[in-house]
């Protein structure tokens, strides 16, 4: 009988976070898009995660990438924040590297990757008008 529940309570958990993953994907979430001359600034939606919100904001000057920076990371837990703060220096790196979302996933950080790369594609989409 307690395994039942058990597994019923994991089946749940499961279908809430895949469904607000599912939610936060969308990229009608996108909060701004500012353009000032050549440069342009825009904040992706936040993705959610199993523990917590990723939000990307990029920069793109002359039509490169110039600047991306993580405004919310997974932090429900020591070792979510521990991790996604070591990875997030290193999407920017990728980001900046490849001027596109196509990055490398993180080892030890890959729902932090994903999310960080969907956010940072629908800036992008959003920058470009689409």
């Known amino acids: 009988m307690r395994r039942t529940g058990i597994v019923l309570a ?5 279908t809430l976070t ?21 440069n342009t600034t825009v904040t ?6 199993a ?24 932090h429900d837990n020591p070792d979510s924040w ?3 703060s070591r990875a997030a220096p ?3 790196s990728e980001a900046l ?8 996933v993180v080892s030890g950080a890959t729902y932090t990757s994903r999310g960080y790369a969907r956010s940072l594609q629908a800036a992008l989409d959003a920058a470009n008008g689409r």
């Not at 895949?18 to 936060?24: E, V, Y």
């Not at 523990?51 to 990371?73: C, K, N, P, S, Y």
């Not at 590297?97 to 490398?104: G, P, W």
């Open 82 to 84: 521990n991790t996604s």
């Open 18 to 38: 895949l469904l607000a993953t599912k939610a936060g994907a969308k990229s009608g979430n996108v909060a701004a898009v500012v353009r000032a001359g050549a």
């Open 90 to 92: 290193i999407l920017r």
């Open 97 to 104: 590297a490849s001027q596109s979302a196509d990055i490398n």
């Open 51 to 74: 523990h917590g919100m990723i939000q990307v904001r990029v920069t793109i000057a002359d039509g490169r990438i110039a600047d991306v920076t993580a405004l919310q990371l997974p």
């Open 10 to 14: 994991a089946t749940m958990l499961a």
């Open 44 to 49: 992706g939606p936040q993705i959610a995660l």
